[in-house]
Every structure is written in C-alpha cells, then in structure tokens.
C-alpha cells in the first residue's frame, strides 16, 4: 500500500480532515496537521475505525425500522365513537405550526459588549483628536503657514462685487495661459526661439516694440493670483524665478571658452494685462507692465483698538464677541 497524507484519506472516507486529524490523535499517531504522511498501520487502524462506525450506523437505523414495523402492527384499533358523544361534538384541531428544535450543538450568537473602559478610551480619544487639531491648525496659522500651489486663483473686484457681474471666466482661462506662456523662458537658445513665438501668437499683429526686439532672460513661472480683471484690462501677482545670465571662462585643453551661467532669483511682482475682445475670441492689445505689490496687512495704528471691562455689566456687542471666539476655539 502507497503512502497516504491524512487529507488523502479523509477525502476517501468521506470525512471531514480536523475530524480525521483528532482521532489520529486519540490513536497515539504523532500528527500536528492534515500534511501528515500515514504508514499502512496508521491507514489501517482508521479505516477500520469508521468501517466499524458506518456498519453499526446501519445496523441500528435496520433496528429503528423493524421497531417502528412492529409498533404499526400491534397497534389496538379504536373504538368507535358514538353519535351521542360528547366528545364526538370536537372539532378537530387545526394543524399547528411546529417550533423549530434547538440541535444539541447549536449556540446561540454572542453579541460582543464594549467595555465601561472601553467607551471611555474612545471617547477620550476622540477629544484628545479635536483638541490637538486645533491646536495644530492654531499654530500654522499663527505662523504664517499658506498652502503653496501653482494654481491661478480667481478674485473678484470691488467693482463688480458691487455691480454684481461675475468673472468673464473665458477672459481668466485665456489670460491665465498668457501669463504662463509669458514667464516660461527656457535657456536654451533654440527652445528660447520657439518660446518668443508662442508668445508673440497672443498679440496676433506685431507690435512696434516686438518689432524692435526684447532681450528676455531665462524665468520659471511659480504661481499666479489674478487680482482684478476689467474689460479690456486684468492684474496678477505673479510670482516667478528670474534668472541672471553671467559669462565665466572655462578651459578646455590649451584653449579658453566662455559660457553663460544663469542664476535665479524668486520675485513677486503685479503684472498688469491690457487685453481685447473681438466677438468670442481675445488678444493681447499692448505691452504688460510690472508694478510692485502693495502692502495689504494692515498696520496698528490703523486697527481700532477695543478695550474690555472689568465690570460685571458687559455689553451685549462685547458678548458677542467673546461668543465668537470661544466658539472658534471649540
């Protein structure tokens, strides 16, 4: 007889193998999973073991059977009932529904419970989580902390807040690639060339001071905020790193070149567009311009200054106040 893992065996028994593998225990056969190799003893001793239960299965159902025969045939005909009888009057009972037996294996479902201390840790987790967020959040925004992206923002201005008209927003998106294209300058000088193309193609005619020639230096563009933008005019805060070009000599063997090293520096400047619009379609009418960038925090001599009273009679303009900062921290 070939060798037989227990999981072999069980599967040609028709067994489960946890099953298989516990009564291998009990016989003393050393085996910790169902991988185990049987010899033909071991094999042996199994088959024999369920053999045996699967004949005195059939025997005692044979002996059920032959039972349930013999009570069927000794069973004492009734008598039959009188038409006067009481008990004759009986309706017979309906059919009840039967109730379903528990087997003897079967348990009911735990629920799991959480614990006093349980609920407790979790909540003061949970508050722990707020508070620390807060004061995290408090502590970037007290240093000055800003997301920084290279997203074009939109904003709107004083006057049309008040005029109550909304941003032109294919006027936005057209000079929003403008100002990219414009402070996008490579190095190199042939990729230069094609940059000054792609952005004279936003002018479509040829103004006298292209015509004329601009000696550009290299810039990467960072980020934009459009600040205002009107009819026929918008305003960025452009940030951007502008590049300084320097020769230096470099040897190469006997002979002595010079090359052009570019240095960068970031800048913020405003950069004003004036722009036209032809039907649905827009150009660049004239020239930018740069201007510097106003300061826009207010100073402390422009802040009014509120003092609180120490009295037990408060304001109701300064309840609201204090209302409102508590509700901020919290």
Do not use: C
């Not at 009564?23 to 999973?33: D, N, T, V, W, Y």
């Not at 001071?209 to 805060?237: C, H, W």
């Amino acid at each position: 007889m070939s060798k037989i893992k227990i999981l072999d065996l069980a599967n040609k028994l028709g067994v489960e193998r946890k099953e298989l593998l516990s009564k291998a225990q009990e016989f003393g056969i050393p085996a910790k999973s169902i991988t185990k190799t049987l010899s033909d003893a071991e094999v042996l001793k199994l088959e024999n073991f369920y053999k045996k239960s699967d004949t005195s299965e059939v025997g005692e159902k044979e002996e059920r059977e032959s039972e349930i025969k013999a009570s069927e045939t000794t069973k004492i005909p009734k008598k039959k009932e009188s038409k006067f009888s009481l008990l004759s009057s009986r309706k017979p009972e309906k059919n009840k529904p039967k109730m379903l037996k528990k087997q003897p294996n079967e348990k009911p479902p735990k629920l799991k419970k959480m614990s006093a201390k349980q609920a407790g840790a979790l909540v003061v987790g949970g508050v722990g989580f707020l508070i620390l967020s807060n004061v995290v959040l408090f502590g970037l925004m007290a240093s000055g902390y800003r997301p920084t992206q290279k997203i074009i923002h939109e904003e709107l201005s004083a006057t049309q807040k008040a005029s109550g008209n909304g941003l032109d927003l294919q006027a936005k998106n057209y000079l929003d690639g403008f100002v990219q294209t414009y402070f996008t300058f490579p190095e190199d000088e042939k990729e230069q060339e094609t940059a000054v193309k792609d952005i004279n193609a936003y002018f479509v005619q040829n103004l006298p001071v292209i015509s004329q020639g601009i000696q550009r230096t290299p810039s990467k563009f960072e980020g934009a905020v459009m600040m205002s933008l009107a009819d026929n005019e918008a305003t960025y805060k452009v940030t951007y790193s502008a590049g300084e070009v320097t020769t230096k000599e470099v040897k190469k063997g006997k002979d002595t070149t010079k090359q052009n090293v570019v240095k960068y520096h970031d800048e913020t400047n405003l950069f004003t567009i004036p722009y036209q619009k032809v039907g649905s379609a827009y150009y660049i009418s004239d020239e930018p311009y740069f201007s510097s960038v106003p300061d826009l925090q207010a100073t402390e001599n422009q802040v009014p200054i509120k003092t609180w009273s120490d009295s037990g009679k408060t304001s109701d303009s300064v309840k609201k106040d204090l209302d409102k900062f508590t509700k901020s921290l919290f």
